[in-house]
């Protein structure tokens, strides 16, 4: 599974500046245990991680921690700056500009309509689009400018449309090495009718759901890894049906997931694997 794509050729820092921005590497984040961080990742210029299956933690290191400006869930929400993020991100992500770059990884299409998640945090924006196929994400600083730069990751379902439980965690950026802010996007089961992120220090924040995608962004938060954040869902009783660490891996939930024919498709091999549940779009 690729974890950061090369910035776009054209967008490329000098090799001295690239070498210096290389030596920062950041972990990713994740409850503290005895087992050492299954990320660590050397940042060029915008770091951008997105996966399916695994921590998805990018830190974005910048001294003026701009405050959030915009959560778009659709394409007709899209602030201006947002709506130049997300074609530059189709532009990088375009069959033509795939094939040149990875000659053997076939590209997911996807257009504005796939739009489903967009967050703007100063002069930073991160956009995820979803569809049948899989998901395409960027994340692109000064967009529209003559200083824009980015990253982007592209892939396939590996499942489709099955998610390991309720909730499937997509794409987490954090503003601390151990919390602060955090911005989280992913997809929910139809069984899900409210998803909260639960702070641990008897606060929470609730994520905006929709057509089985959910976004969620929390503002002087404060969050701390070792105060176990929590992502917990709801179902239309207002019942809780499910809860898991923010920063855990799929590999590493508590329970297992196995398809309809009972092979074990997420999480740690074990013999109480629970169903897969359907993407609710």
Known sequence: MNDILDLPAERDLPPGKARAMRARVLGSVRPRSARPPRLRVAVVGVVLLAVASGVAAVVWDRPDRS?????AMRAGELSPTLRDAAERC???NSPQRQTRQNAGEQPVPVSLTDLTVAIERGDRALVLFMNDVGYVTCD?????????SGGSNTEAWPHGDLLPGPVQRLLLTSTEADGGDVSVSGRAS????RLVLDHGDGHTTAARLSDGVYGLMTSGARLKANNDPELVSYDASGAEIDRRPLFQAEDQLEHCYANPDGK????KPTSDCRPAEKWGR
């Open 190 to 193: 139809g069984r899900v009718h």
């Open 67 to 71: 405050t959030v400006q915009v959560l």
């Open 264 to 267: 074990r498709i997420y999480g």
């Open 90 to 92: 189709l532009e990088w």
């Open 140 to 148: 692109v600083e000064w967009a529209g400018t003559d200083q824009e």
